[in-house]
T-cell receptor
Framework: QQQVKQSPQSLIVQKGGISIINCAYE??????FPWYQQFPGKGPALLIA?????SEKKEGRFTISFNKSAKQFSLHIMDSQPGDSATYFC????????????FGTGTQLKVEL | NAGVTQTPKFRVLKTGQSMTLLCAQD?????MYWYRQDPGMGLRLIHY???????AKGEVPDGYNVSRLKKQNFLLGLESAAPSQTSVYFC????????????FGPGTRLTVL
């Protein structure tokens, strides 16, 4: 089974700080790399996604950095807010086979005041 | 537009009992997925469907069966529940091959005693 390795497992950041979560993938055929955000008791929701033809994508306070040669990508949350406290999952998928998403194990982020 | 809905929200089963989880989407999506979420393991794909009348195995299909008789519904069945199937189950749907975003339902928390 192709894996997506995610770290750290948990993260505590002060309000206004930068949260950084990292993921590494194995399958070079993956061509879609999303980050999902999940609040307690809810289903995951797409936060931001990137394709391997760009090295960075920014949407508001959220940025994905992508390193194709290292097979790594990361999520940066600038000016972290208490409302960002949630579990974040990275994922990867390729063409065919229903474009299945392979998820990382999740990072529990807590933003403290 | 309700999005993706799941029935029931909670269920407790005894070992050996059977049950069916229902996922419904009103977005006319072609692709549908069933995941299970366990602590520290992220989301793992059980089965998926790329259209009405089609199903395929995911990463952890053993002990589960699925059916997609109608485009809007995707059913997940447990024929003989085991304690190892205690988990939170999420259904997701996706427009089709052109768009990658998966929309998740609110989840079903299943406990098998």
């Amino acid at each position: 089974q192709q894996q997506v390795k995610q770290s750290p497992q948990s993260l505590i950041v002060q309000k206004g700080g930068i949260s950084i979560i990292n993921c590494a993938y194995e399958n070079t055929a993956f061509d879609y790399f999303p980050w999902y955000q999940q609040f307690p008791g809810k289903g995951p929701a797409l936060l931001i996604a990137i394709r391997p033809d760009v090295s960075e994508k920014k949407e508001g306070r959220f940025t994905i950095s992508f390193n194709k040669s290292a097979k790594q990508f990361s999520l940066h949350i600038m000016d972290s807010q208490p409302g960002d406290s949630a579990t974040y999952f990275c994922a990867s998928s390729g063409k065919g086979g229903g474009n299945k998403l392979t998820f990382g194990t999740g990072t529990q982020l807590k933003v403290e005041l | 537009n309700a999005g993706v809905t799941q029935t029931p929200k909670f269920r407790v089963l005894k070992t050996g009992q059977s049950m069916t989880l229902l996922c419904a989407q009103d977005m006319n999506h072609e692709y549908m997925y069933w995941y299970r979420q366990d602590p520290g393991m992220g989301l793992r794909l059980i089965h998926y469907s790329v259209g009405e009348g089609t199903t395929a195995k995911g990463e952890v299909p053993d002990g589960y069966n699925v059916s997609r008789l109608k485009k809007q519904n995707f059913l997940l069945g447990l024929e003989s529940a085991a304690p190892s199937q205690t988990s939170v189950y999420f259904c997701a749907s996706r427009i089709g091959i052109a768009y990658n975003e998966q929309f998740f339902g609110p989840g079903t928390r299943l406990t098998v005693l």
